[in-house]
């Protein structure tokens, strides 16, 4: 008591939350867990979260991307393919080749400018990714009409992107999608991305968390391996017509 007589009020406070801080740095080290504090993340409705998602892509009405994407697929030879994508709001997509591409294109027009008016939040939780807070959101698709079901969302609250999702396929595969993302003009827009496709959820401590989600169909022998894709030379808000998202693929050269 004599001891605590010396501290005023605020001395005291700063000493003990000294000694917790500590306490709770020695307790991370010895778990091998540094990035304890990055673990907690504010509680946040998943409607905000998408909110904020689409929010990051306000000012973009259009823009054109160079791909290029590397495919690495088993029982399949696939050349390097160097595409042009076009998007314009709300999800228009055009994509132009040389050659032949073969684009995993729920991958790249989820349509994060609409995950709202898309899906519905079964559940919401807060986890890490590679040592980087974030929000993890279970969602289900509003229509029978897309590719997409279901859908397991990892989204960064820094810069409020999404850097993973996970889909059970049609034919028994789980579809992973991972995004690294480059700031172009404000906006931080994919700069690549890898698609995994597996027998089995890859990379999740959650082996069973499509258990509940839609029965899958195998009608022929599937395709494990992946994707590789890089994205470069971004034009945004260029005014791009309505008709080029009408016209179909057509070679250079053709009639």
Known sequence: MKLLRLFTDDQYMNALLRSVTMLVLVTCGVAGRLDCFSQVLPAIPGDQILKNIEN???GIDDYTVVLDAE???ERLKVP???VTMYFKRPDKFHFE???FALLPREGMALGFGRLRARFSIESVRADSLDGTPVHVLTMKSKTDKSKLHDVLLYVNPEHWT???FLSPQMDGRIMTVSFEYKQVEGHW??????VNFASAPGDTSEPNIFEQM???RRSQPSRNGTITIRYSDYRLNTGLPDGLFERKLIKPGTP
């Open 80 to 82: 390097p393919m160097h």
């Open 97 to 99: 080749s040389d050659g």
């Open 162 to 164: 999404v850097t993973r």
């Open 214 to 216: 839609t029965p899958t």
């Open 189 to 194: 827009l994919p700069s690549a991305l890898v």
């Open 71 to 73: 495919v690495d697929l």
């Open 56 to 58: 990051a892509f306000a």
